[in-house]
């Protein structure tokens, strides 16, 4: 059907149309009054505002933060169960024996009463976010203005305290956590502790490193000890063997008093004696007693000088003696200070053992003083931008929405029974009808009475005679 033959149909069957419209016109109106005067429905709302880029006064740092679904899982939050079970405590609607006879009523008192009040709640609670802003809407709708403003004011506290228990909850399970493991630490520490102080009773050690640094001190002097002994031993063993070779030319001999009186009476002796061979003879008892005397002094001589040189030899068996005492004395020294650097490390190990406890006690109990006044915290980033009063008039049913409804359903409702009846009693409207529906070829088209005026009746009557009388008749059966 074309839209011409749409229009030709709507005109010819106008009537119809317009009784479905009236009628389905008048009966939403009807209902929707009687409706409104039988159970009229009031909506209460109230606005808060989600600032999700407040900064933490705890921690410093800015809470939540502009994520793209961040305002979306404020909404989620706000239609949770948790949150209407909250305001459902908070207005003692569980209390309520109609409600509870009503719950009976509809699950035979299968289930719970809560999570079903909660359900039913839900139906009539709304929550719409901003689009271009951070508020949001808290809607509910009740028979009762009242109720449904009280209502809407306990669902937007309980969201609120809500709001504010999840941010609290994670800190205080973080305060549970590390306050349990703050006393592992912290046995940890006495642990490392004591066993740093049994360590260095056992090896005598002290908590500074004074005594390393006096064994260290020591260690060098025996260092410089022993070069100076070996020098001393050295010079010793070579003046041992320069006695051994030349004794007279030996600083010792040369030096000694007693060397020097003999060899000068042995220069006198000799000196008398050579005299008296010369003026007396060999066989002169003089001369005889002379030798006798130079023999005596040259013997003392003799003896006076080993004894001058053999000091060397004592001072060289004491140096030598000296020289393996420092040597054992630094060997000594040397694995004292060893043992004492080992026992250092270690001790300097569990030193390390304690500190790393210490930090990591300390850590904890940062964090525990962080986490306990987190947990503390009254402070939440929702604010109230306007709480719900009474509203005035009711909100459902609505005439002028209904009927604006109804005006466009009646519309539709019109034509869809206009075109069902068109199509069981099908008329020949137009002339695309007689080629269509007869499949013939259109002759003459009859002028309209209405356009032929009142002079043109007789002679519309007339042709319509002529033509009628010219068509073939139906035979009868």
Not at 107 to 127: D, N, P, Q
Not at 257 to 286: F, K, M, Y
Not at 410 to 420: F, K, N, P, Q, Y
Request: proline content about 3%; glycine content about 6%.
């Amino acid at each position: 059907m074309s839209f011409s033959q749409l229009i030709t149909v709507l005109q010819a069957r106008w009537r119809l149309g317009l009784s479905i419209w009236l009628g389905t016109l008048v009966l939403v109106l009807c209902v929707s009054y009687a409706l409104l005067l039988l159970a009229p429905k009031y909506t209460a709302t109230a606005a808060v505002v989600v600032d999700g880029k407040s900064v933490d006064p705890i921690a410093g740092a800015i809470q939540g933060g502009m994520a793209p679904g961040y305002m979306a899982t404020e909404v989620d939050i706000a239609q949770s169960e948790r949150v209407i079970l909250r305001a459902i405590q908070a207005m003692h609607l569980t209390e309520n024996a109609e409600l509870r006879q009503n719950w009976l009523e509809s699950t035979m008192g299968r289930g719970s009463f809560e999570a079903w009040l909660a359900k039913v709640i839900l139906k009539k609670y709304t929550v719409l976010p901003s689009r271009e802003s951070n508020a949001m809407t808290l809607s509910y709708t009740a028979g009762d203005p009242a109720f449904a403003a009280d209502m809407t004011n306990a669902l937007m506290r309980a969201f609120i305290a809500t709001t504010l228990e999840l941010r609290v909850e994670p800190a205080k399970q973080y305060n549970t956590f590390f306050d349990e493991r703050s006393h592992q630490l912290r046995a940890a520490l006495e642990a490392a502790q004591n066993k740093l102080s049994a360590y260095q009773r056992e090896s005598g050690l002290l908590a500074t490193d004074e005594r390393f640094d006096v064994e260290n001190a020591r260690l060098a002097e025996l260092s410089s000890l022993l070069l100076t002994t070996q020098t001393a031993a050295a010079e010793a063993g070579g003046r041992q063997a320069e006695a051994g070779t030349s004794p007279r030319q030996m600083q010792e001999v040369v030096n000694s008093q007693l060397v020097a009186t003999l060899s000068t009476d042995l220069s006198r002796a000799q000196a008398r004696l050579q005299e008296l061979r010369t003026r007396i003879g060999d066989n002169h008892p003089s001369v005889i007693e002379a030798k006798s005397s130079v023999a005596e002094i040259t013997q003392r001589l003799a003896e006076a000088t080993n004894a001058a040189s053999g000091s060397v030899a004592v001072t060289n068996n004491v140096a030598r003696g000296r020289l393996e005492q420092v040597k054992l004395a630094l060997e000594q020294q040397r694995a004292r200070v060893l043992q004492l650097k080992a026992k250092r490390d270690e001790a300097s190990v569990l030193q390390r053992d304690v500190e790393n406890a210490q930090r990591a006690y300390d850590a904890v109990l940062a964090r525990i003083s962080q986490t306990d006044m987190e947990s503390q915290n009254r402070q939440t980033n929702v604010s109230v931008l306007q709480n719900a009063t009474q509203p005035p008039f009711p909100t459902s049913p609505r005439l002028l929405l209904n009927g604006a409804i109804a005006a466009v359903m009646g519309i539709l409702l019109a034509v869809g029974a206009i075109l069902w009846r068109e199509m069981s009693d099908r008329r020949m409207r137009t002339e695309d009808d007689v080629m269509l529906g007869l499949n013939q070829p259109l002759l003459i088209v009859l002028p309209r009475a209405a356009v032929a005026g009142r002079a043109g009746v007789s002679r519309l009557a007339k042709i319509k005679t002529r033509v009628l009388s010219g068509a073939p008749r139906t035979i009868a059966n």
